[in-house]
């Protein structure tokens, strides 16, 4: 195995889905600012919209989940090439 070929900050972080409050320990070198508390350990917080948790292809149910407003910039588009 070669030496100092892996990354130094690698530790176990907090993956918390905003969509469906699921949090998962993996090992990450992400860059964090917040931190949580999981079953008694601080770990490094990441926050993400969609994972496992709440994706439609693992759930099996359809979810619109738009947080920068894309879905409803969509359909006014749609709405005025309709009109047009």
Do not use: C, Q, W
Request: glycine fraction near 6%.
């Amino acid at each position: 195995m070669k030496k100092d070929i892996h990354p130094n900050n690698f530790r176990d972080v907090v993956f918390h889905d905003n969509s469906s409050g699921e949090e998962f320990v993996v090992g990450s070198t992400v860059r964090t600012s917040e931190t949580t508390t999981l079953k008694g350990k601080e770990y490094s917080l990441f926050r993400v919209e969609i994972s496992s948790a709440s994706h439609p292809f693992y759930t099996g149910a359809e979810k619109v989940i738009d947080t920068a407003g894309r879905v409803d910039r969509f359909k006014r588009r749609a709405s005025a090439a309709a009109k047009k």
